[in-house]
Nanobody, 114 residues
Framework: QVQLVESGGGLVQAGGSLRLSCASSGRISGIATMGWYRQAPGKQREMIATITSGATTTYADSVKGRFTISRDNGKNTVNLQMNSLKPEDTAVYYC????????WGQGTQVTVSS
């Protein structure tokens, strides 16, 4: 059984920074691809960043150069450092783990005020 628990969301002014963390349980955490997605009101969930077990990363064009994903396999955590935040980054952010299927966390709200 895989469980994902996010933390670190909140309210920040435009131009500010936040760091999201996701703690995962389960034996497959270290070999799975993990990532962050977000969903704004009235919009579909979109991929923000992913990182494979070998630390290969992928980013959405909208966050390249501003967001950095990292993982610590020893601690079964994945982090998302978000800098230069914009109001359009406001959304619920979800941690994901993909191995044969996709698992989701409960989500954490990020609100960027202008």
């Amino acid at each position: 059984q895989v469980q994902l628990v996010e933390s670190g969301g909140g309210l920040v002014q435009a131009g500010g920074s936040l760091r999201l963390s996701c703690a995962s349980s389960g034996r497959i955490s270290g070999i799975a691809t993990m990532g962050w997605y977000r969903q704004a009101p009235g919009k579909q969930r979109e991929m923000i960043a992913t990182i494979t077990s070998g630390a290969t990363t992928t980013y959405a064009d909208s966050v390249k150069g501003r967001f950095t994903i990292s993982r610590d396999n020893g601690k079964n955590t994945v982090n998302l450092q978000m800098n230069s935040l914009k109001p359009e980054d406001t959304a619920v952010y979800y941690c994901s783990l993909r191995y044969l299927r996709t698992y989701w966390g409960q989500g954490t709200q990020v609100t960027v005020s202008s």
